[in-house]
């Protein structure tokens, strides 16, 4: 069992930069695979990027590709996401999802979430 919390998310201006950071409870934490997700208002979650157990396999969605990256610290049970030159289409709330076996776009695939944070980008 793991419990996932996150923190970073703000307000911040197109072009911006945020670091979004998933604390994980538990000795289990580098067992699981590890996702960001991100619902905008009035649309579905969607996948965002996933990293392997070891972080040594990430994988991005097209959107993303080159502004964000994702890594992980297992001996701190962390996970982060790192956003550079945000866009308005930026904006939703972010969430970190654990999963076991191999990281997966669909976020029903995901059995452990954090509340999720906010992520605001002005034009």
């Known amino acids: 069992q793991v419990q996932l919390v996150e923190s970073g998310g703000g307000l911040v201006q197109a072009g911006g930069s945020l670091r979004l950071s998933c604390a994980a409870s538990g000795r289990t934490f580098s067992s699981y695979v590890m996702g960001w997700f991100r619902q905008a208002p009035g649309k579905e979650r969607e996948f965002v990027v996933g990293?392997?157990?070891?972080?040594?396999?990430?994988y991005y969605t097209d959107s993303v590709k080159g502004r964000f990256t994702i890594s992980r610290d297992n001996a701190k049970n962390m996970e982060y996401l790192q956003m550079n030159s945000l866009k308005p289409e930026d904006t939703a709330v972010y969430y970190c999802?654990?999963?076991?076996?191999?990281?997966?776009?669909?976020?029903?695939?995901?059995?452990?979430w954090g509340q999720g944070t906010q992520v605001t980008v002005s034009s």
């Open positions: 990293i392997n157990w070891s972080g040594s396999s990430t």
């Open positions: 999802a654990a999963r076991r076996g191999s990281y997966h776009t669909n976020w029903v695939a995901y059995d452990h």
